[in-house]
């Protein structure tokens, strides 16, 4: 089955500790999102790629990372830096093209941090 | 960028049209709009999406005004499953590279 897989599901971590998001696709697609939700709120872009080796930050890119070494995979790094890192973390991904293409999103990540 | 602006509850009865409105009024004119559902603790839906024309498929249709500066969500015949949180989403282009801009959403309720 053609899909976004993130893992874990439920990630638990200690203050001050970095921590790597998982975000797998294999639908061939060539861009990858990451957003943030916290409770009650809506979706708020965190970092996204267009292309391999290459991604923008979204806008609220501070206290985190990214990277894109392999089509397929776009993981994300919550830093020490970041001074709320507790909330629900859910990775996209979709074709590039100036026509029309929904993305599709993977089930999520709840990260809490203590 | 564009932004969009949705109420944020709305309640309806099983059986009935839910009537799901959403204001971009600055969007650009290549920009398309998106509707997305979100249920409790997973990932959005993909549900419909349009550019200037009215548009339909088998969960719903999208109707949007002739100035591009809203939009309205259309669910025939609600049932209780329907009941989640609707974005209404705007896709901005800048420099070739594509993001969505999602709203703050409309917590529907389908009612029995």
């Known amino acids: 089955d053609g899909g976004i897989t993130q893992s874990p599901k439920y990630l638990f971590r200690k203050e001050g500790q970095n921590v790597t998001l998982s975000c797998e696709q294999n639908?061939?697609?060539?861009?990858m999102y990451w957003y943030r939700q916290d409770p009650g709120q809506g979706l708020r872009l965190i970092y996204y790629s267009q292309i391999v080796n290459d991604f923008q930050k979204g806008d609220i890119a501070e206290g985190y990372s990214v990277s894109r070494e392999k089509k397929e995979s776009f993981p994300l790094t919550v830093t020490s830096a970041q001074k709320n890192p507790t909330a629900f973390y859910l990775c996209a991904s979709s074709i590039t093209s100036r026509s029309s293409y929904e993305q599709y999103f993977g089930p999520g990540t709840r990260l809490t941090v203590t | 960028d564009a932004k969009t602006t949705q109420p944020p509850s709305m309640d309806c009865a099983e059986g009935r049209a839910a009537n799901l409105p959403c204001n971009h009024s600055?969007?650009?004119?290549?920009?398309?709009v998106y509707w997305y559902r979100q249920i409790h603790s997973q990932g959005p839906q993909y549900i419909i999406h349009?550019?200037?024309n009215n548009e339909t498929n088998e969960m719903a249709s999208l109707i949007i005004t002739e100035d591009r500066k809203s939009s309205t969500l259309i669910l025939p015949h609600a049932t209780l499953r329907d009941t989640a949180v609707y974005y209404c989403?705007?896709?901005?282009?800048?420099?070739?590279?594509?993001?969505?801009?999602f709203g703050t959403g409309t917590r529907l309720k389908v009612l029995a």
């Open positions: 639908l061939n697609h060539d861009a």
């Open positions: 349009g550019l200037k």
């Open positions: 989403i705007v896709r901005v282009e800048r420099s070739g590279t594509y993001k969505y801009i």
């Open positions: 600055t969007i650009s004119g290549n920009e398309y």
